[in-house]
T-cell receptor, first 109, second 115 residues
């Protein structure tokens, strides 16, 4: 099945710095979703990308889907303390989802 | 209800006891997932229900774990003879019809502590 590797596993940034997390697959993905889990909370859906080369923005967050549909990135501009949490790009095999460990973002005020 | 609900929110039990965790999915959602998240770890897939189809139990870690979904709605995850390594947050999610492109809506989770 599809396995998506996410890097980095941990990232500490100073408030105001930018942050990027990457998801890479060895196989072509039909789609990719991004979720965010705040500390002590549950994962919440952020966005879905379906088209090759697709770019979507949500305020300071920019999501990209690679041309080959094998990788994706989430970029946060000028991080804020509210961005703290773990970001996941789950892979799926059939209708099973594998969230893995995600990227844990710490923002230092 | 407006979202996925889970009960109890916290459960403390003694090693060897059985526990039942409940999940109420969003009304009308036919797909339901159970995950486990140990402290500082990612989400581990446990089981998947879709409509009246046989559930996908491939993620259950041992035969002490079982789950059922009655009437295509409420689901119960049962852990028999609990062990300390079962301590974790158990998350339930539902989606519309279980497609890979469907959004999963998560409940707040049940924090299980096995003493």
């Amino acid at each position: 099945g599809q396995q998506v590797m996410q890097i980095p596993q941990y990232q500490h940034v100073q408030e105001g710095e930018d942050f990027t997390t990457y998801c890479n697959s060895s196989t072509t993905l039909s789609n990719i979703q991004w979720y965010k889990q705040r500390p002590g909370g549950h994962p919440v859906f952020l966005i879905q990308l379906v088209k090759s080369g697709e770019v979507k923005k949500q305020k300071r967050l920019t999501f990209q889907f690679g041309e080959a549909k094998k990788n994706s990135s989430l970029h946060i501009t000028a991080t804020q303390t509210t961005d703290v949490g773990t970001y996941f790009c789950p892979s799926n095999t059939g209708n099973q989802f594998y969230f893995g460990t995600g990227t844990s973002l710490t923002v230092i005020p | 209800g407006a979202g996925v609900s889970q009960s109890p929110s916290n459960k403390v039990t003694e090693k060897g006891k059985d526990v039942e965790l409940r999940c109420d999915p969003i009304s009308g959602h036919t797909a339901l997932y159970w995950y486990r998240q140990s402290l500082g770890q990612g989400l581990e897939f446990l089981i998947y229900f879709q409509g009246n189809s046989a559930p996908d139990k491939s993620g259950l870690p041992s035969d002490r774990f079982s789950a059922e979904r009655t009437g295509g709605s409420v689901s119960t995850l049962t852990i028999q003879r609990t062990q300390q390594e079962d301590s974790a947050v158990y998350l339930c999610a539902s989606s519309s019809i279980g497609l890979a492109t469907d959004t999963q809506y998560f409940g707040p989770g049940t924090r299980l502590t096995v003493l």
